[in-house]
């Protein structure tokens, strides 16, 4: 990998470009990492892979499988691949690093 390093700087800077809310950043065999950052609302569905969110700033709540919890900067949250989450009610300050790994269907 080239880049094994980089700032969130880089990821900031780059994010919607494309349109998109999130931008990869950094990719090496089923390893992504993202910076995310919604706006307004999240439409996220399931996802094919595990993940980790690591919350740069902002606050919320985070909603997984029917169970609600806040969040807040430092926060770490792990879904596992195929379960419905999204982040809700969250300060216009908010994004958030995102890490998938894994087989598809997720780790077992």
Known sequence: MKDWILPLSHFQERLGE???????????????????????????????????YFVVAGSGTFFKDGERRPFGPGDVIFVEAGLEHRFEDF??????????????????
């Open 18 to 52: 494309d349109g998109k809310r999130f931008f990869v950043g950094m990719a090496h065999g089923s390893m992504t990492v993202e910076l995310y950052k919604p706006i307004g609302r999240d439409p996220q569905t399931p996802h094919t892979q595990d993940e980790l």
């Open 91 to 108: 300060s216009e300050d908010f994004e958030t690093w995102v890490v998938f790994w894994g087989p598809q269907g997720g780790e077992r």
